[in-house]
Nanobody
Framework: QVQLVESGGGLVQAGGSLRLSCAVT????????IGWFRQAPGKEREFVAA???????????DSGKGRFTISRDNAKDTKNTVYLQMNRLKSEDTAAYYC?????????????????????WGQGTQVTVSS
């Protein structure tokens, strides 16, 4: 089991940017696929973005394509962190954002976009976009 801690949320005006961070406490991040999900009040949790353990492939929900970028830094000595850069934010991006992790393999990458795939979750960070 690993621990995940999200940070970087806050209040931003529409059109602005935020970079969310997911710090992963693990011996190495190399074995883990990481996903970002969000949940707005009164709505179900939804997929935002995910990245494979190698970082060679990433996936995005249609709502974030062209605006969001997921990236990872597997250097355990300094970072062990996955980032979600969010640009041109909209009011509908307002939600609590969660990162999730799972020890993965390429054969399982088809499941990256689904919350059932992940074993470990962070506590979330709130993003509020004012219009």
């Amino acid at each position: 089991q690993v621990q995940l801690v999200e940070s970087g949320g806050g209040l931003v005006q529409a059109g602005g940017s935020l970079r969310l961070s997911c710090a992963v406490t693990a011996f190495t991040l190399d074995y883990y696929a990481i996903g970002w999900f969000r949940q707005a009040p009164g709505k179900e949790r939804e997929f935002v973005a995910a990245i494979t353990r190698s970082g060679s492939y990433s996936s995005y929900a249609d709502s974030g394509k062209g605006r969001f970028t997921i990236s990872r830094d597997n250097a355990k000595d300094t970072k062990n962190t996955v980032y979600l850069q969010m640009n041109r934010l909209k009011s509908e991006d307002t939600a609590a954002y969660y990162c999730a992790a799972r020890i993965s393999a390429p054969s399982l990458d088809a499941h990256l976009n689904y919350d059932y795939y992940y074993n470990d979750w962070g506590q979330g960070t709130q993003v509020t976009v004012s219009s």
